[in-house]
């Protein structure tokens, strides 16, 4: 199973297996954990 959100907005790409329960839960821990998220990116790929 995979799904993609974009990060900057936080925004659902596509879901490949997840229910729409499991979606929701995966967005808000997306949302709850942005600017790490964030950082992450920024660290691996740069600004």
Do not use: Y
Not at 5 to 19: C, R, T
Request: with cysteine; aromatic share 10%; net charge negative.
């Amino acid at each position: 199973m995979t799904c993609k959100f974009w990060l900057n907005p936080v925004n659902f790409a596509g879901n490949d297996g997840f229910s729409a329960h499991e979606l929701s839960q995966i967005r808000r821990l997306v949302v709850a954990h942005h600017n790490l998220l964030m950082e992450a990116w920024h660290e691996h790929c740069g600004d």
